[in-house]
């Protein structure tokens, strides 16, 4: 295979999953919205720095309101990491590699694009919010649903499936580190009670509340969720079980040694983690060196693959 056609599949799946996954960012903040009391309202700039977004939106927008944070998040065609300019870009990487994946999957992404483009500014107003990202949110998983049981797992997928992953383990670390911004205002001398609301909406907006139950089986808390997002080896949107994933492919790969080094770091990073003390304090800081490792073993696989 040709390291171009690597690289476009790589993110494509990448930019794809990078979609979905902004949409399950907002709806942090949309389910606390539904579960907090009335007269607390979340913060919305912490979403746009999770992204690292800040200084684009600073030059775009005076004000960090929530209908702006919502427009330059989801279909601010300027912004490189919103929803629309994400699909775009996978679009455009899937449009030249339309011969080795399905006629479908094509259909399906550009159907997708073009309803996130003229459409996706209903996504905004509170009153139809969460069920436009849903909808964007089931788009894409029928999408790679159709993908994963429709193409032959060759090295074509593998590399697609890869980019998946990694960009799936990016954006949970992401959203675990919704609780240690300050989305909720300190103004409130309840707050401390509801913190576990917070961590509720975090479970919510990865579609995990249910697994977690299963798995715990225990009320919901900072430690047990961090635990489940991080080193849980069964749920497909646990850190852990995305590095599971990532390595069964490169296993398949030659010369994967340098990607897998850095793939079997992240492993030990996670596993040793003290997710009680992290609960408590060193979140952000324990998600940025989770994200450094990350970059890092995306760098490896661009010089194992796509440059050399």
Not at 2 to 29: H, M, Q
Not at 97 to 114: A, F, I, K, S
Not at 256 to 280: C, G, N
């Amino acid at each position: 295979m040709l390291s171009r056609v690597a690289e476009n599949l790589y993110w494509f799946g990448r930019y794809l999953e990078r979609a979905e996954n902004t949409a399950r960012l907002i709806n942090v903040n949309t389910y606390l919205l539904l579960d907090l009391p009335r007269l607390i309202t979340p913060g919305w700039l912490p979403l746009v720095e999770m992204t690292g977004g800040e200084r684009a939106f600073a030059k775009a927008y005076k004000e960090a309101t929530e209908a702006n944070v919502l427009r330059f998040m989801i279909i601010d065609p300027e912004n490189p990491d919103s929803i629309l300019s994400n699909l775009k870009k996978a679009r455009e990487n899937l449009r030249t590699t339309r011969d080795v994946t399905p006629r479908e999957v094509w259909e399906l992404v550009n159907d997708l694009y073009y309803d996130v483009r003229d459409q996706g500014y209903r996504a905004i107003p509170r009153q139809h919010r969460h069920d436009h990202l849903t909808e964007i949110i089931r788009d894409v998983q029928l999408i790679t649903g159709t993908l994963f049981t429709s193409t032959s797992y060759d090295t074509a997928f593998r590399f697609i499936r890869m980019g998946f992953n990694i960009e799936q383990a990016d954006m949970t670390t992401r959203i675990l580190d919704v609780t240690s911004a300050d989305l909720l205002p300190h103004q409130h001398d309840e707050l401390a009670s509801l913190q576990n609301i917070q961590w509720m909406s975090v479970l919510k907006s990865l579609t995990a509340y249910q697994m977690y139950r299963r798995h715990v089986r225990l009320r919901v808390s900072g430690p047990s969720v961090i635990r489940f997002l991080l080193q849980n080896s069964d749920f497909p949107r646990a850190v852990h079980f995305s590095l599971l994933r990532i390595t069964s492919q490169l296993h398949t790969l030659p010369n994967h040694k340098k990607p897998l080094h850095h793939v079997d770091r992240l492993k030990h990073l996670i596993q040793d983690a003290d997710v009680r003390a992290l609960s408590e304090h060193g979140l952000h800081e324990f998600v940025d060196e989770i994200q450094r490792e990350l970059f890092e073993l995306n760098d490896s696989i661009g010089q194992t693959y796509f440059y050399s």
